[in-house]
C-alpha cells in the first residue's frame, strides 16, 4: 500500500505565506513526478504545480512567481512554499504523486487527502 500524507495549510492573511508538505510512504519502488493541484469552491480541480524526478518544474499561470515546488527524494516528499498569497488562491490543496509501487505492473497515481487553505482577512 502506498500513501501520501499531507501537512500545512489554514488560515493566512492577504499577502501571507504557507508551506505544503506532502510524504509518501509504503511499498514504493519508484517515485516520478509530483504535484500540487487545487479545488477552489464550484470549480473544478487545477494544475498548481509539478515538479519531474530530475527537478524540471511547471507552474500555473496564476501562481509564478508567487509558489515554489520542491522535492526531497531521500524523504519521498513535495513541498509547496506560497507566498505573497491572495484571496483567489483559497481552495482546498491536494498533492500528487506517480508512484511505481511494489508487485504492481505500472505506476499509478495517487493522491493526498487534501487541506484547506483560506487566504482571508
Known amino acids: 500500500q502506498v500513501q501520501l500524507v499531507q501537512s500545512g495549510g489554514g488560515l493566512v492573511q492577504p499577502g501571507g505565506s504557507l508551506t505544503l508538505s506532502c510524504a509518501a510512504s509504503g511499498s514504493i519502488v519508484k517515485i516520478n513526478a509530483m504535484g500540487w493541484y487545487r479545488r477552489a469552491p464550484g470549480k473544478q480541480r487545477d494544475l498548481v504545480a509539478r515538479?519531474?524526478?530530475?527537478?524540471?518544474?511547471n507552474y500555473a499561470d496564476s501562481v509564478k512567481g508567487r509558489f515554489t515546488i520542491s522535492r526531497d527524494n531521500a524523504k519521498n516528499t513535495v513541498y509547496l512554499q506560497m507566498n505573497s498569497l491572495k484571496p483567489e488562491d483559497t481552495a482546498v490543496y491536494y498533492c500528487?504523486?506517480?508512484?511505481?509501487?511494489?508487485?504492481?505492473?505500472?505506476?499509478?497515481?495517487?493522491w493526498g487527502q487534501g487541506t484547506q487553505v483560506t487566504v482571508s482577512s
Open positions: 500528487n504523486a506517480n508512484i511505481q509501487s511494489f508487485g504492481a505492473m505500472l505506476p499509478r497515481d495517487y
Open positions: 515538479i519531474t524526478t530530475g527537478g524540471t518544474t
